[in-house]
C-alpha cells in the first residue's frame, strides 16, 4: 500500500531562518506528489504539486519542494520564513492517475520572533 | 467567488444520534470528498463521488454515508454516533479530468464532538 511519511511532527524555527519539511513515499512509481499548508482554523491550502518534469517546483508564499527519485522524497523548503508561515503543513500524494489522495501525518511547525 | 463551504463549523452531539454534515461548493466541480482528520493522522478518506448518483468508499468509511442528488452538495451521515467519530471533518472537491492529478480545494472544516 503506499504511504507517506512526514518524520517531523513539529519544527522550531527563527523568523527569517530557513525552513526544510520533509516528505518520503514508499512506492515505486512515481507519484504525483503535493504540499497543502493548514493555518489555525482553517482548511487546507494548496501550496505546489508535481507531476512530471522539472523536479524543483515553485510554489505560492515563496515555497519550493524538489523532487529526488533516488532517495523517494519531496522536501519542502523556503528560504527566508516569516510568522505567518506558522501552520501545520501536509505532504500528500497519489500513486497514479486514477488513484485516492494519501496524506503524510503533518508537520507543525512554530516560528520564533 | 466561487467557494466551499461546510456546516455547521462546530457540532456536539450525543452517542447514538444520527448526525449530518453539510458541504457546498459552487465551482461545478464533478469530484468530491470526504476526510477526517485526527492527531498523528494527518486526513484520512471517508467517502468520495465523480458525479451526481455516485459514491464510492474511502480508507475509513464505516459508519458514514453520502449521497450525492446534486453537482453542489455531498452531505456526510453519520447513521449512529460513537466517540471514536469525533474530529474534524474536512469537505474538498475537484474538477473532472484524470482523477487525481486536478488540485482538490478544501472547507473550512467542521469541528464534531459525540458526548
Known amino acids: 500500500a503506499q504511504s507517506v511519511t512526514q518524520p517531523d511532527i513539529h519544527i522550531t524555527v527563527s523568523e527569517g531562518a530557513s525552513l526544510e519539511l520533509r516528505c518520503n513515499y514508499s512506492y515505486g512509481a512515481t507519484p504525483y506528489l503535493f504540499w497543502y499548508v493548514q493555518s489555525p482554523g482553517q482548511g487546507l491550502q494548496l501550496l505546489l504539486k508535481?507531476?512530471?518534469?522539472?523536479?524543483l517546483v515553485q510554489g505560492i508564499k515563496g515555497f519550493e519542494a524538489e523532487f529526488k527519485r533516488s532517495q523517494s522524497s519531496f522536501n519542502l523548503r523556503k528560504p527566508s520564513v516569516h510568522w505567518s508561515d506558522a501552520a501545520e503543513y501536509f505532504c500528500?500524494?497519489?500513486?497514479?492517475?486514477?488513484?485516492?489522495?494519501?496524506f503524510g501525518g503533518g508537520t507543525r511547525v512554530l516560528v520564533k520572533p | 467567488d466561487a467557494e466551499i463551504t461546510q456546516s455547521p463549523r462546530h457540532k456536539i452531539t450525543e452517542t447514538g444520534r444520527q448526525v449530518t454534515l453539510a458541504c457546498h461548493q459552487t465551482?461545478?466541480?464533478?469530484?468530491m470528498f470526504w476526510y477526517r482528520q485526527d492527531l498523528g493522522h494527518g486526513l484520512r478518506l471517508i467517502h468520495y463521488s465523480y458525479g451526481v448518483q455516485d459514491t464510492n468508499k474511502g480508507e475509513v468509511s464505516d459508519g458514514y454515508s453520502v449521497s450525492r442528488s446534486n453537482t453542489e452538495d455531498l452531505p456526510l451521515t453519520l447513521e449512529s454516533a460513537a466517540s471514536s467519530q469525533t474530529s474534524v471533518y474536512f469537505c474538498?472537491?475537484?474538477?473532472?479530468?484524470?482523477?487525481?492529478?486536478?488540485?482538490?480545494?478544501f472547507g473550512p472544516g467542521t469541528r464534531l464532538t459525540v458526548l
Open positions: 465551482w461545478n466541480h464533478n469530484n
Open positions: 508535481y507531476f512530471s518534469g522539472d523536479t
Open positions: 474538498a472537491s475537484s474538477p473532472a479530468g484524470v482523477e487525481g492529478t486536478d488540485t482538490q480545494y
Open positions: 500528500a500524494s497519489i500513486k497514479a492517475a486514477g488513484n485516492k489522495l494519501t
